[in-house]
């Protein structure tokens, strides 16, 4: 069965990454899903990103619930730039060959400035979840084959509204797990 890859920076992890794992792993019939937090996460130099052992903390309290979501920690492990491609490299060496590397749309269309987008491609079946109901399938960028597409509910959600909802004293339950929302609430995170 194929694995799914689900990567990004989770600071902090929210509900729409849960659900977007979730409905990719029943659509697409993962045998799981690979939640991995970036080590450091090139494309984000422009702002100060939460370390990654709180990273990765969050991470693993949002997943624990679901046997399906497994944490991977390689990209927190590894240092300098964390980069896709290496990291598929690294799975498919570890006997891994089949997998879905899950992305948002957004992601999608940034994915030309990624380091070797062509390898990744053929590496991992891509798998989009549109953002919003005005995209009708995944972007258009040379690739060689479709995405799969990854219905879901559309969740106006993001990490950086979760930040700013908690640096302006505004609640955020329902929009990360409760266990996040005591992480970030006892770490003092995002003041």
């Known amino acids: 069965m194929p694995i799914g890859v ?16 979730e409905c990719a792993r029943v659509q697409l019939g993962l045998e799981l899903v690979l939640f991995m937090p970036a080590g450091d996460p090139w494309q984000k130099a422009s702002r100060n990103v939460s370390p990654s052992s709180e990273r990765l903390a969050m991470t693993d309290l949002a997943i624990a619930e679901n046997p399906n979501f497994h944490l991977d920690r390689r990209e927190v492990d590894r240092t300098g730039p964390t980069y896709t491609v290496d990291t598929l490299r690294e799975l498919h060496a570890q006997g891994m060959d089949d997998l879905v590397l899950i992305v948002g749309s957004d992601a999608l269309t940034d994915m030309p400035t990624w380091r070797q987008p062509e390898v990744i491609t053929s590496l991992a079946r891509l798998a989009v979840a549109p953002k919003d109901t005005t995209e009708r399938g995944a972007p258009k960028m040379g690739l060689a084959s479709a995405p799969l597409i990854v219905e879901m509910p559309l969740l106006s959600l993001s990490s950086t509204l979760v930040r700013e909802r908690v640096r302006k004293g505004k609640p955020i339950r329902y929009l990360v797990p409760e266990t996040v929302e005591a992480y970030i609430h006892d770490h003092a995170l995002y003041r």
């Open 6 to 21: 689900l990567g990004g920076t989770f600071d902090p992890p929210h509900m729409g990454h849960l659900v977007l794992g």
